[in-house]
């Protein structure tokens, strides 16, 4: 292939996946932080009640890492989590998507809360259902099963006209009817638009259902991601890896260190 060609090649390959992208308005990595990495953007704000959640590392996808631990109780004031305000954030509009990396340490035979946005008046919410499957209460559960002590990718669309999608670990699980997840469902509840992650409803009906896990990832986009996007979400970070110029530094002061070393080990060094 002619170098141009494959040059223009190479430039449309870049152009298609940069269509197919996707940018997230707020990501949260939990590198022994709540902080979220773009500038401007809230962090999260801890569900502790009891006092026993933070940080640990542990091994997500083969690598090590901090991840956030959240450790509660059945008993609704005493459920752990995290929220964050959206409003400064989404679009006056239910069109969004939140894709989230984390584990549910154990199986309590119960809905066990993903994420909702009722400010936690409401049941309404994404779950892992009894069933182990994913489910937007009250609606259908997908075919995959969540297994517990292990990370999963879980992903929620919402497309701003009732309709919700879900994947597992980049496989589609469900697209419903719903208003479960718009935030326009709980105007008065929640005028700060917020989104609460593990920590289930302190009102209405199905409380006592609670969840303890560890969560390395999670990202929020302003727009509903298609299937295709879903696909192509990468992983957490990875451990930085040095860049040529740093790997050269690194070997220069490893000859240094030797050079100095065989000299003091000769005599009269």
Do not use: C
């Amino acid at each position: 292939m002619h170098p141009f060609v494959r040059a223009a090649a190479a430039a449309g390959f870049a152009l298609a996946s940069a269509a197919h992208s996707a940018t997230p308005v707020a990501t949260w990595h939990f590198d022994n932080s709540l902080a979220a990495a773009e500038a401007g953007v809230p962090a999260l704000t801890a569900i502790d009640p009891l006092g026993r959640s933070g940080f640990v590392m542990d091994t997500v996808f083969g690598e090590s890492r901090w991840v956030y631990r959240f450790d509660g109780n059945r008993t609704p004031a005493e459920q752990a989590g995290l929220y964050v305000s959206t409003a400064a954030l989404l679009d006056n509009n239910d069109a969004y998507s939140v894709d989230l990396v984390f584990q549910f340490e154990a199986d309590q035979s119960s809905w066990e809360n993903i994420l909702g946005v009722s400010n936690r008046q409401s049941d309404n919410a994404f779950y892992v259902a009894p069933s182990n499957k994913l489910q937007v209460w009250p609606m259908s559960t997908g075919p995959s099963t969540f297994t517990f002590g292990e990370y999963h990718r879980a992903t929620l669309t919402n497309k701003g006209n009732n309709r919700v999608t879900a994947y597992l670990d980049g496989v589609f699980q469900f697209d419903l009817e719903t208003t479960s997840m718009n935030f326009s469902a709980y105007a008065s509840e929640n005028p700060a638009r917020l989104i609460h992650f593990f920590a289930d409803n302190v009102a209405g009906g199905g409380q006592q259902e609670y969840a303890n896990g560890r969560v390395a990832l999670i990202r929020l986009y302003d727009v509903e991601l298609t299937a295709t996007q879903v696909g192509d979400l990468p992983l957490p970070p990875q451990p930085a890896i040095p860049e040529p110029r740093t790997w050269a530094l690194m070997l220069a002061g490893a000859a240094v260190v030797g050079v100095v070393t065989r000299r003091r080990s000769l005599p009269g060094g």
